[in-house]
């Protein structure tokens, strides 16, 4: 069992940047691969990218690719996921996930409980 937190939502202007961070609770997600995620409330879930285990290779969804960088933090023993040029677009809840394998090709078992972005001035 892998129990995830988000952390680092919040309120954002138009412009701005943010952080998100996913941390392992209890344990490690040092060697798992983690996908990022988010959903606006009655609009399907959508993959943002996803972070390799021990290699760390990142890959994004097509439409996500050059405003967003997910990085592991091996410091801190997190996965980052850092948005730059925020658009109003980008409010929703962000989840991070794991399939609990290193490869980002494995279907996500465990998913956080999310944390909110909104975009606003």
């Known amino acids: 069992q892998v129990q995830l937190v988000e952390s680092g939502g919040g309120l954002v202007q138009p412009g701005g940047s943010l952080t998100l961070s996913c941390a392992a609770s209890g344990s490690t997600l040092d060697y798992y691969a983690i996908g990022w995620f988010r959903q606006v409330p009655g609009r399907a879930r959508e993959e943002v990218g996803c972070v390799s285990g021990s290699v760390a290779s990142s890959n994004y969804a097509d439409s996500k690719k050059g405003r967003f960088t997910i990085r592991r933090n091996n410091a801190k023993h997190t996965v980052e996921l850092q948005i730059i040029n925020v658009k109003t677009e980008d409010t929703a809840v962000y989840y991070c996930?794991?399939?609990?394998?290193?490869?980002?090709?494995?279907?996500?078992?465990?998913w956080g409980e999310g944390t909110r972005v909104i975009v606003a001035s």
């Open positions: 996930a794991t399939g609990g394998f290193e490869g980002c090709e494995y279907e996500k078992d465990y």
